[in-house]
């Protein structure tokens, strides 16, 4: 088997047929396959490596160089995407080598971690990665927020589709990628592909001229449903004025349903507020987010709590190796420490749990990503306190 890093217009040929069968209606009619040049764009400085037998590419794999904050910190991130295998080829171990290919080649290139949507979390797990919470959705009578109509709220909402507010929407979606853990952004290329097919309205809250809240959405029917994104708000105020907005709707949809962070509760959003809030998990469909460190040193600097401690990663062809935490200055310091003795091993799904704060150091153990004594996680628990990661682009 061959690996093969591809060019843009080659995917029409490669790559995309591929995942076409893996993740669309198939076999796809004609007009569906003229449909696909017209993503060419979208994916041009996306990294692809197909996986060649014979002349016949059997496999994909595709990166998109992303952006992504941890704990405070902007690193790059590469975001993967359109992983498939010909279903005569699959349980070859196809993926697995381009993955790692693929992962290598990401890592050199300066990204430290990596994110995905996974099909089924067990399969990423064996390379490294480790579960996100998942966003809950919150579905709701606009009937229920009759409060809000009469909250005298400062600033105001614009609204708008999302062709037209684009720019300022992308100025908040970096901001909140530099204010949120977890948070990643797709580069401009990619992100356009949801102005160019502007399928959604747009309305933002805004105070004294600065933005506190967006979200995108559709109205499926008359009597029915508006489905909205991600409510995105940098606090109350925000999303009392966004609410208020759908709460202007009461006359025209039956529900209204958006997706929040984790560690939100709508519930307490208004009073006899009937939210149903769900995360719902099924495979392959519906997943959580996962993530990975793709580099220990590239940590150096990040925010961290009082705590030192030395740490072996174990099992891993990219982080592999023994490293001093310390974290008693407020930022992490990362040191290669070859010769010494770690107080705990942890693989890199492992140390991955705990640099986005989504697990105990005493469940990174009971999980199997590492054994951990009580001193160590005293310290662990210290230079990684718990954090909710939020991760926002779904690719
Ligand atoms: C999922 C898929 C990409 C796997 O590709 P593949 O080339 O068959 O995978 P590999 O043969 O390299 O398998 C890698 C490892 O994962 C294991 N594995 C394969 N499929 C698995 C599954 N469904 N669940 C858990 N483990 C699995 C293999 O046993 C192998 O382990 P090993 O290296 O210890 O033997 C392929 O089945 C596919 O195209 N499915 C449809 C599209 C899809 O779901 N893509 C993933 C999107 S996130």
């Known amino acids: 088997m061959a690996i093969r890093r591809i060019s843009s217009e ?20 004609a007009a569906a396959t003229q449909e696909t040049r017209q993503y060419l764009p979208y994916n041009e400085g996306n990294v692809t490596l197909v996986a060649e037998e014979s002349d016949t590419v059997v496999a994909a794999a595709s990166a998109i160089p992303m952006r992504q904050n941890i704990r405070g910190t902007v690193f790059p991130m590469a975001g993967i995407a ?18 790692t290919q693929l992962l290598g080649e990401m890592r050199d290139e300066g990204h430290a971690a990596t994110a995905l949507y996974p099909f089924r979390p067990s399969f990423y797990e064996r390379f490294g990665y480790v579960g996100f919470p998942k966003p809950r959705t919150v579905t709701f ?71 506190v809240g967006a979200v995108t959405y559709r109205i499926e029917d008359h009597a029915g449903d508006l489905l909205a994104g991600d409510l995105l708000t940098t606090g109350p105020v925000g999303r009392a004025l966004l609410l208020q907005f759908f709460a202007r709707h009461v006359d025209q949809v039956a529900r209204v349903t958006t997706t929040v962070s984790a560690n939100e509760s709508p519930e307490l959003w208004a009073t006899d507020f009937a939210a149903h809030t769900e995360a719902k998990i099924s495979f392959p469909g519906s997943s959580a987010p996962m993530a990975r460190i793709l580099s220990m040193e590239a940590l150096h600097g990040i925010a961290a709590g009082p705590g030192r401690v030395t740490i072996e ?34 693989t890199a799904a492992g140390i991955s749990a705990l640099v986005y704060g989504v697990l105990d150091p005493v469940e990174v153990a009971l999980r199997g990503f590492g054994a951990v004594p009580d001193a160590a996680a005293t310290a662990l628990r210290g230079i990684f306190p718990p954090r909710t990661p939020r991760l926002f682009a779904s690719f």
């Open 141 to 211: 009578s606009p009937a229920d927020l009759n409060h809000f109509l009469r909250l005298d709220l400062p600033g105001e909402v614009t609204w708008q589709r999302i062709k037209d507010g684009y720019d300022t929407y992308r100025d908040f979606i970096h901001r909140s990628l530099a204010e949120r853990h977890g948070f990643a952004a797709f580069p401009d290329y990619r992100a356009a592909r949801q102005r160019d097919s502007d399928e959604e309205w747009l309305v933002m809250a805004v105070v004294d001229g600065e933005t």
């Open 313 to 346: 990663v174990v099992d891993d062809p990219f982080i592999a190796g023994t490293y001093l935490l310390n974290g008693e200055g407020g930022r992490l310091e990362v040191t290669a420490e070859r010769a010494a003795t770690p107080a705990a091993t942890l």
């Open 10 to 29: 080659e995917r029409l040929t490669t790559s995309f047929p591929l995942q076409s069968y893996a993740f669309e209606r198939s076999p796809a009619n």
């Open 82 to 99: 359109g992983v498939a295998t010909h279903p005569l080829a699959r349980r070859q171990g196809h993926v697995r080598r381009l993955l």
